[in-house]
């Protein structure tokens, strides 16, 4: 079972425009992680958000998280090519969970 | 510094055989995990082990044993392949036994097929 589900599945964008995916998730959590996969390869983590934390910055990186409606929700500012990938969000513990992602395509 | 390495990285199975994926890391992690990926399914976890000589199940550890050789080492292995077990597999690690506080580092991945 998924704790975390992405919105949407996938996302297409002109380069210079911002990308916003979402995520849900149904229980109680401690932080949540977002990572991005670009295809082929393994993922890489991007940010982490505690659960007393409402937003957070990194570069062009922008994480909100809203624990009464269960949802995050990642910014990408500025969008270049290079962020064409798929993002996850992710919950929990030990057994940290996966959502299924969103396919972002930044076209140029 | 490597970070997390896994080897296979292709292997093509007949359903029936037996093989074990390889997974080492280099940053003195004390927790490693096992994922597959299958498409539109995201990640699920197969099993992890929050340090050397410990070993727990995840969401989906049917037909699957693992071996936490040392520190560094953390093994796969399939006895019986079967076609549902056609994936995309990726071991990870976190510095801390509480892996959800960490940042979690990924191999490669390796591609499994099962004819």
């Known amino acids: ?108 | 510094n490597a970070g997390v390495t896994q080897t296979p990285k292709f292997q093509v199975l007949k359903t029936g055989q037996s093989m074990t994926l390889q997974c080492a890391q280099d940053m003195n992690h004390n927790s490693m995990y096992w994922y597959r990926q299958d498409p539109g399914m995201g990640l699920r976890l197969i099993y992890y082990s929050a340090s050397e000589g410990t070993t727990d199940k995840g969401e989906v550890p049917n037909g699957y044993n693992v071996s936490r050789l040392n520190k560094r080492e953390f093994s796969l292995r399939l006895e019986s392949a079967a076609p549902s077990q056609t994936s995309v597999y990726f071991c990870a690690s976190s510095e801390s036994w509480t892996g959800g506080w960490d940042t979690i580092y990924f191999g490669e991945g390796s591609w499994l097929t099962v004819v």
């Open chain 1, 1 to 108: 079972s998924q704790q975390g589900e992405e919105d949407p599945q996938a996302l297409s964008i002109q380069e210079g425009e911002n990308a916003t995916m979402n995520c849900s998730y149904k229980t109680s959590i401690n932080n949540l992680q977002w990572y991005r996969q670009n295809s082929g390869r393994g993922l890489v983590h991007l940010i982490l958000i505690r659960s007393n934390e409402r937003e957070k910055h990194s570069g062009r990186l922008r994480v909100t998280l809203d624990t009464s409606k269960k949802s995050s929700s990642l910014l990408i500012t500025a969008s270049r090519a290079a962020d064409t990938a798929s993002y996850f969000c992710a919950t929990g513990g030990n057994k940290l969970v996966f959502g299924a992602g969103t396919i972002l395509r930044v076209k140029s």
